[in-house]
């Protein structure tokens, strides 16, 4: 099946730097990607669509200028946490869809954890 | 969005067959049933999905009543690979075809 790759699986980092996270979408094109968070216990929280060409599209309540998403081919985006702080430690996934198929299809997430 | 109701967690031993209900009394005419299911420290992993009759694939099947008010997913014989959160989430495959997640069923499988 079509496969979406995430990088890097597990990042450590200081409070105050920044963090990237790419997403790639190996076999197939995706002019719309996912950006997800996921808390310890709880489920899946969208933050962003992030589009092909243009500006990501924001979930209320989830700062745009604190989550860097750069979606600039048609295989691959970026979410950029900026100035990392210990708040956001915790698990982030993309996804990107197969739309002929109506499926989507998950990375395997990385965990942020920010000291 | 329509929601989806699921129990909270189930419990199965291994090599039984499991039952995953879900309840969508609110679903539209153009919403398809999807099944996701996520591992422990792992993204959510397409099972399978349906708009009106049962499917089946190499994974699962899914049952759909005839009033699309409820769905039930099947796994034949559970594995302890099977052990993971189920969701049953409503997609219209309209707009920008963004998924909304629920809490899921908690499936744990017993040896």
């Known amino acids: 099946g079509a496969v979406v790759s995430q990088h890097p699986s597990r990042v450590i980092c200081k409070s105050g730097t920044s963090v990237k996270i790419e997403c790639r979408s190996l076999?197939?094109?995706?002019?719309?990607m996912f950006w997800y968070r996921q808390f310890p216990k709880q489920s899946l929280m969208l933050m962003a669509t992030s589009n092909e060409g243009s500006k990501a599209t924001y979930e209320q309540g989830v700062e745009k200028d604190k989550f860097l998403i750069n979606h600039a081919s048609l295989t691959l985006s970026t979410l950029t946490v900026t100035s990392a702080h210990p708040e956001d430690s915790s698990f982030y996934i993309c996804s990107a869809g197969q739309l002929a198929k109506n499926i989507q299809y998950f990375g395997a997430g990385t965990r942020l954890s920010v000291l | 969005d329509a929601k989806t109701t699921q129990p909270n967690s189930m419990e199965s031993n291994e090599e039984e067959p499991v039952h995953l209900p879900c309840n969508h009394s609110?679903?539209?005419?153009?919403?398809?049933i999807h099944w996701y299911r996520q591992l422990p420290s792992q993204g959510p992993e397409y099972v399978i999905h349906?708009?009106?009759s049962n499917v089946n694939n190499r994974m699962a099947s899914l049952a759909i009543a005839e009033d699309r008010k409820s769905s039930t997913l099947i796994l034949h014989r559970a594995t302890l690979r099977d052990a993971a959160v189920y969701y049953c989430i409503l997609f219209s495959g309209a707009g920008s075809y963004q998924l909304t997640f629920g809490k899921g069923t908690k499936l744990s499988v017993i040896p």
């Open positions: 609110t679903i539209s005419g153009t919403d398809y």
């Open positions: 349906g708009l009106t």
């Open positions: 076999d197939f094109q995706a002019t719309t």
